[in-house]
């Protein structure tokens, strides 16, 4: 069965700073793997994601992820933070019939 | 090109009474999905539709959770006798036929059930 783990509940870092978010996943079949943004009280808002091609993926607003096998991970990367990326932040594995699989979200602040 | 819309976008409920959700997907996407989130944790999959069709639904979806999707189009979400542990946010969501692992969600209808 799928899973995916986010380390970090809140991430906190400063403005300008490089953004790091941890996701790592577990599932049996080469997996296709999603970033989600979501702002306070709005949907999900697709950043990115990964369906074995590049292994390096870039999405919107400057983010981009690296699919890595070996370690089962899917991290988030942004080399300079703005204050509007403060939101909340969901890694996703889709499954059997593509129903996805979350983690429990990272809190992205970005103090001034 | 409009996104996924969901009506309404808030709801307050006392407990015990029925609720309907509608969503509306990206025009020709054949699939829909529901998600349940609450407060603090990701989502949770309750169903979801192939065209018309329900082909799949969560253990997460009690006998008091019904939806629909009549003619593959708009879709359905009721609550009977809603409890307190229904409260969260019903998100929906819909993926094209040529692009099915990629869904695409609506704002979201928050449920407070009183």
């Known amino acids: 069965a799928q899973s995916v783990t986010q380390l970090g509940s809140h991430v906190s870092v400063s403005e300008g700073a490089l953004v790091l978010l941890r996701c790592n996943y577990s599932?049996?079949?080469?997996?296709?793997l999603f970033w989600y943004v979501q702002y306070p009280n709005q949907g999900l808002q697709l950043l990115l994601k990964?369906?074995?091609?590049a292994t390096l993926v870039k999405g919107i607003n400057g983010f981009e992820a690296e699919f890595k096998k070996s370690e089962t991970s899917f991290h988030l990367t942004k080399p300079s933070a703005h204050m509007s990326d403060a939101a909340e932040y969901f890694c996703?594995?889709?499954?059997?019939?593509?129903?996805?699989?979350w983690g429990a979200g990272t809190k992205l602040i970005i103090k001034p | 090109d409009t996104g996924v819309s969901q009506d309404p976008r808030h709801k307050i409920t006392k407990r015990g009474q029925n609720v309907t959700f509608r969503c509306d997907p990206i025009?020709?996407?054949?699939?829909l999905y529901w998600y349940r989130q609450t407060l603090g944790q990701g989502p949770e999959f309750l169903t979801y539709?192939?065209?018309?069709?329900?082909?799949?639904k969560s253990r997460l979806l009690s006998d008091r959770f019904s939806a629909e999707r009549p003619k593959g189009s708009f879709s359905t979400l009721e609550i009977q006798r809603t409890e307190q542990g229904d409260s969260a946010m019903y998100l929906c969501?819909?993926?094209?036929?040529?692009?099915?692992?990629?869904?695409?969600f609506g704002p979201g209808t928050r449920l407070l059930v009183l």
């Open positions: 996703a594995v889709s499954a059997s019939n593509y129903q996805l699989i």
């Open positions: 539709f192939q065209n018309e069709a329900q082909l799949e």
């Open positions: 990964y369906t074995s091609a």
């Open positions: 599932s049996s079949v080469p997996p296709y």
């Open positions: 025009s020709e996407h054949n699939r």
């Open positions: 969501a819909s993926s094209p036929l040529a692009l099915q692992e990629t869904q695409y």
